[in-house]
């Protein structure tokens, strides 16, 4: 087998199958097998699966046990040379899975490799970015990278002044599409499953570039991306989730004290937010409760922050 397609899916039936769709109808040169993760979806996805897709491998979990501990039970039923984890908020566009295929097979070096990912418009959706540092959170939490996206200093740890039209080695490639080479996972080993949704792709990139193999961005293939259409969902706890992530992310790689810092820097991201959508909820009568639940989203996750962060992160 020269590819396992791994999707991992929670309540996103209708997306799933024209992604399904996608997959099969674009990807015809290589020998592939798809598995699909359904994290207790009630929306049926899975009874959709076993109906329209029945040689799909389908895996049912009477729980949502996270994006890391969903590809993480793909895995270890996939028989491919090569794992791609897609999103089943993804379109495949002109033969990009077996196009990755051909540039991971020319690329020895290449533990993981990135596409060119699209907005549902065409337009650029920039994936690849910088690891976590005190410095990119510090440009992160201003916006500075919005009002000079051009910059290299402002816009490094997006990498906004980058038009993702060439070839190029990064420290982190989005999960939504991430081909893996089966030798460099058993080296390096699966997700942490720690990471319940967001962050789980930076710790395994990151594991991966210690290890001595290359993560790589290829401009070659391209895929549409509809971006968070189960985070969405719960949208107050992701907004909480991704902070949480990045800071569990330094206090496993970078240390107590830069934890600590990290810690301090996230509440003050919260806190400075916390006024601005109670004003929102003053002058907006007709959206006020929807405000006042970002900030008070905002003011628990400054107090969690301050705790250390932990309480930030979904547990299993």
Not at 77 to 99: F, H, M, P, Q, W
Not at 263 to 280: E, N
Not at 301 to 316: F, H, M, N, P, V
Request: glycine share 6%; aromatic share 10%.
């Amino acid at each position: 087998m020269e590819l396992s397609i791994i999707i991992v899916s929670w309540n996103t039936c209708d997306i799933l199958c024209d992604c399904l769709k996608s997959v099969f109808q674009q990807t015809k040169e290589i020998d592939f097998e798809v598995i699909v993760v359904d994290n207790a979806s009630t929306d049926g996805s899975a009874e959709m699966v076993k109906k329209d897709f029945p040689q799909v491998t389908l895996i049912e979990n009477s729980e949502n046990r996270g994006f890391a501990a969903g590809n993480n039970q793909g895995m270890a039923i996939a028989e491919g040379r090569y794992v791609l984890l897609l999103n089943s908020d993804t379109i495949v566009l002109g033969s990009a899975i077996a196009k990755t295929v051909s540039f991971v097979d020319a690329h020895l070096d290449a533990g993981v490799v990135g596409c060119r990912v699209l907005n549902p418009d065409r337009t650029l959706q920039p994936t690849c970015f910088m690891l976590p540092s005190i410095l990119n959170m510090l440009l992160s939490t201003t916006y500075l990278y919005k009002l000079f996206p051009k910059n290299k200093f402002f816009g490094r740890e997006r990498m906004t002044w980058w038009n993702r039209d060439n070839v190029r080695e990064v420290d982190v490639v989005d999960g939504c599409f991430m081909l893996v080479r089966r030798e460099a996972i058993d080296e390096v080993g699966v997700m942490d499953e720690q990471f319940f949704v967001y962050g789980e792709e930076t710790d395994w990139c990151c594991r991966f570039k210690r290890a001595g193999w290359k993560v790589l961005f290829t401009p070659g293939a391209e895929i549409i991306h509809l971006h968070a259409a189960s985070s969405k969902q719960v949208r107050p706890a992701m907004t909480l989730q991704l902070r949480g992530s990045i800071l569990l992310f330094l206090k496993k790689h970078r240390g107590h004290v830069v934890h600590a810092l990290a810690c301090l820097l996230v509440a003050l991201f919260f806190v400075f937010r916390v006024p601005y959508w109670l004003g929102l909820a003053i002058l907006q009568k007709q959206r006020r409760k929807v405000h006042v639940q970002t900030a008070r989203t905002y003011a628990i996750g400054a107090l969690q922050a301050l705790g250390g962060g932990s309480g930030l992160c979904i547990r299993r």
